[in-house]
């Protein structure tokens, strides 16, 4: 478990190497920033999701703490707001964040209500708890660099390992140590190509009463087009699609490939007004001594994260 002390002696080694207290944990000169300010990355939503889903603990969580179904956009903008104020905030809006997200996984706590894979009925489980943390927090950082890759110009293994550098003080943001985190992009990789094939990924009946309400179900003004279900499914290994009862066919695969070519095509073209997000550009507004976003960031960050602009209510 992750306890508060936990999380402040991590905080402590994040404060220590934040590139500056306007700047933020990581900075303009950052791979995060680089990665983290394009929109494109949402594409890889889905496949983040359901790979968290995948795991017992977090479909339990979410079907029981969650309010995902009864407010699915609020949910949205809370968890964008959280990440992206640790990515894009400056240092002490950062650290804030990351302690008030400690303080609701601490009340998220429970015990499964069937067996899944290796865990029995009634196990507990928690949100702070440490492998449930490094599994959400390598699905986000390995999700955005795939996603980034299959659309922009690929990096190369040094950025990759500088990513993954930084990644690891992103866990710190979590309470995550070093010692909780493989030591560099290899070991990482060798860590989810262990996790996908585990039973420790094991779809449980909550995981896919999620993902069908998600995906399939629920508001249909809401529910995603076909090919970004398809890409999402695409991305997933075999054994998980298949756990999650999609039907991925041809038609499925060529809507993928044909969504992918057309962004690929388009999105290099968009003005970085529009291409990049709101947040990020919120933090150049600062790094220019700008008090306030623009107008059009205040536009774009109602759409990222609910609101005009990221704010100090993390430190309340």
Not at 141 to 150: F, K, R, S
Not at 224 to 233: F, V
Request: charged share 25%; hydrophobic share 45%; proline share 6%.
């Amino acid at each position: 478990m992750v306890s508060e002390s936990d999380l402040e002696a991590a905080l402590d080694t994040v404060r220590a190497q934040a590139a500056g207290s306007v700047e933020g944990i990581f900075g303009p000169a950052s791979m995060t920033w680089r990665i983290d300010r394009e929109a494109v990355i949402f594409l890889g939503a889905g496949r983040a999701l359901l790979l968290q889903l995948a795991h017992p603990w977090v479909a339990a969580a979410v079907t029981e703490h969650s309010r995902t179904f009864a407010d699915p956009i609020g949910r949205f903008h809370r968890t964008f707001d959280v990440v992206f104020t640790m990515v894009f905030g400056s240092r002490d809006r950062a650290l804030a964040a990351a302690r008030r997200l400690h303080h609701r996984h601490a009340m998220i706590v429970g015990r499964l209500p069937e067996a899944v894979g290796p865990f029995a009925s009634g196990s507990p489980y928690s949100a702070n708890e440490v492998a449930a943390l490094r599994w959400v927090h390598a699905t986000l950082v390995d999700t955005a660099l795939i996603v980034h890759d299959l659309i922009l110009p690929p990096f190369s293994v040094e950025e990759r390992e500088r990513y993954w550098a930084e990644s690891r003080l992103f866990g710190g943001l979590f309470g995550l140590t070093s010692t909780d985190l493989p030591a560099d992009w290899e070991s990482f990789a060798a860590y989810n190509a262990a996790m996908m094939q585990s039973d420790t990924l094991s779809v449980s009946a909550a995981a896919r009463e999620v993902a069908g309400q998600i995906f399939t179900g629920g508001r249909p003004w809401l529910r995603p087009p076909r090919w970004y279900q398809a890409l999402s499914d695409q991305l997933l290994p075999d054994r998980l699609r298949m756990g999650f009862g999609f039907a991925f066919d041809e038609g499925d695969r060529k809507a993928a490939e044909r969504a992918v070519a057309w962004i690929r095509r388009v999105y290099p073209k968009i003005p970085t007004r529009l291409r990049y997000v709101g947040p990020y550009q919120e933090a150049q507004s600062r790094l220019q001594g700008k008090e306030e976003p623009g107008w059009a960031t205040r536009c774009l960050n109602r759409a990222w994260i609910g609101r005009p602009q990221l704010d100090d209510r993390w430190n309340r």
